[in-house]
């Protein structure tokens, strides 16, 4: 098993800053995924990163992984009280078929 | 499209007695999953299924069943439930291979075992 952490657990800020929520891991994944939950339901996926270095953005939030494709990180800019949620990284490990692995994850609050 | 639907929502469950959670899928995907959530723990994998008669073991299948008999339907089923078994129990599915691949979630069930 490959275990990937996420840092910090929870994150509480004010509406308007900027936040930035890691995923590392000592393996290499041959992808990521960012996915984010709200109370009472399943993840929902926001984006997938498969080459090492990529940027991707997804209106205010940043996805990269990182260029040895072992950690990867999420920034949001100007967060909104409609950005929180519990955030989840998941990773594909190389010869898994593409099961993935999951972070514990990082509680975001925003508050207005 | 409904997605992926799960039953029961929530369930209480005396220790040693058994149950199935539900889930249902109309996405024609090949690809399902059974998961658990634990507080702090994230998500485990409990069984996986590539296909109508075909299931392997994930990270964490003690004290749990599942079989698929169609494409649709990839029900859990717990024998002799015991308390550890306590969490939120999510199924997904996927349509196919490569690593980028999305999961779809259904909502959960939320299990308790008292």
């Known amino acids: 098993t490959q275990l990937l952490e996420q840092s910090p657990q929870f994150l509480s800020i004010q509406e308007g800053e900027n936040l930035t929520v890691y995923c590392n891991s000592s393996s290499v994944f041959s992808s990521l995924q960012w996915y984010r939950q709200e109370p009472g339901e399943g993840p929902v996926l926001l984006v997938t990163?498969?080459?090492?270095?990529e940027v991707k953005k997804l209106k205010r939030l940043t996805f990269q992984f990182g260029d040895a494709r072992k950690d990867s990180s999420l920034h949001i800019t100007a967060a909104q009280p409609g950005d929180t949620g519990l955030y989840l990284c998941a990773g594909t490990a190389p010869d898994s078929w593409g099961k993935l692995q999951f972070g514990a994850g990082t509680q975001v609050v925003v508050t207005p | 499209n409904a997605g992926v639907t799960q039953t029961p929502k929530f369930r209480i469950l005396k220790i040693g007695q058994s149950m199935t959670l539900q889930c249902t899928q109309d996405m024609n995907h090949n690809y399902m999953y059974w998961y658990r959530q634990d507080p702090g723990m994230g998500l485990k994998l409990i069984y996986y299924?590539?296909?109508?008669?075909?299931?392997d073991k994930g990270e964490v299948p003690n004290g749990y069943n599942v079989s698929r008999s169609t494409t649709e339907d990839f029900p859990l089923r717990l024998e002799l439930a015991a308390p550890s078994q306590t969490s939120v129990y999510f199924c997904?599915?996927?349509?196919?291979?490569?690593?980028?691949?999305?999961?779809?979630f259904g909502p959960g069930t939320r299990l308790t075992v008292t």
């Open positions: 299924s590539v296909g109508a008669g075909i299931t």
């Open positions: 990163v498969v080459t090492g270095g």
């Open positions: 997904a599915s996927s349509r196919g291979t490569g690593p980028s691949r999305e999961q779809y």
